[in-house]
């Protein structure tokens, strides 16, 4: 599996935009990079995922270089609810058929008034 | 739609004893996976099941774990006989599929299991 390098904790403040990096140069070029959270006491949840191209949704933005050797997650306004762990994952399928999610140490978010 | 349901969500027990988890994943949701999560660490795969046959049990310590998933639906895991090294939080989690990288898991709240 290709691994991750994130920053262990980061801070935010309420309002702003949080931007969480993620190392991947070992990435091969099937593989998609996942992003999940962990909110205190709580299962992880699903946030974005991409390949090659940057990608949007409800929660998050995803900004995937060029080389696809690093990634930035982008919450564009963060919040209180917000304050979590956040993972950085490549995704790599098993042989016959699998979906395995190996989850490395992550980047503790807190977002500060 | 209802999450994953686990249950319990606490347990102590002493070492050498038993304890089993259970999970009922999302419905429709064909891929049951548990996790352990070591408290300070990321979540770690300990088995997958696809329908009731299992897809991936690498890292299942196998002579004190088992876990099965009868009719494909719920499941449950059991520790036998645990070790203090078992404490940690077990999670649950679901996904439609197996194939392909566009299937989300989505995670259950978690077991926090003490070994005294």
């Known amino acids: 599996d290709a691994k991750t390098t994130q920053p262990p904790s980061m801070d935010c403040a309420e309002g702003r935009a949080a931007n969480l990096p993620c190392n991947h140069s070992?990435?091969?070029?099937?593989?998609?990079v996942y992003w999940y959270r962990q909110i205190h006491s709580q299962g992880p949840q699903y946030i974005i995922h991409g390949l090659k191209n940057n990608e949007t949704n409800e929660m998050a933005s995803l900004i995937i270089t060029e080389d696809r050797k690093s990634s930035t997650l982008i919450l564009p306004h963060a919040t209180l609810r917000d304050t979590a762990v956040y993972y950085c994952?490549?995704?790599?399928?098993?042989?016959?058929?699998?979906?395995?999610?190996?989850f490395g140490t992550g980047t503790q978010l807190k977002v500060e008034l | 739609e209802a999450g994953v349901a686990q249950s319990p969500r606490y347990k102590i027990i002493e070492k050498r004893q038993s304890v089993a988890f259970w999970c009922n994943p999302i419905?429709?949701?064909?891929?049951l996976y548990w996790y352990q999560q070591i408290l300070g660490q990321g979540p770690k795969l300990l088995i997958q099941?696809?329908?009731?046959?299992?897809?991936?049990d690498s890292q299942l310590p196998k002579d004190r774990f088992s876990a099965e998933r009868l009719k494909g639906v719920d499941s449950t895991l059991k520790i036998q006989p645990a070790k203090l090294e078992d404490s940690a939080v077990y999670l649950c989690?679901?996904?439609?599929?197996?194939?392909?990288?566009?299937?989300?898991?989505?995670f259950g709240p978690g077991t926090r299991l003490t070994v005294l």
């Open positions: 989690a679901s996904s439609l599929g197996s194939s392909g990288p566009l299937i989300a898991q989505y």
């Open positions: 099941f696809q329908n009731n046959g299992v897809v991936d």
């Open positions: 070992t990435i091969s070029g099937n593989e998609y």
């Open positions: 994952i490549v995704w790599s399928p098993l042989t016959g058929g699998g979906n395995k999610l190996t």
């Open positions: 419905s429709g949701h064909a891929t």
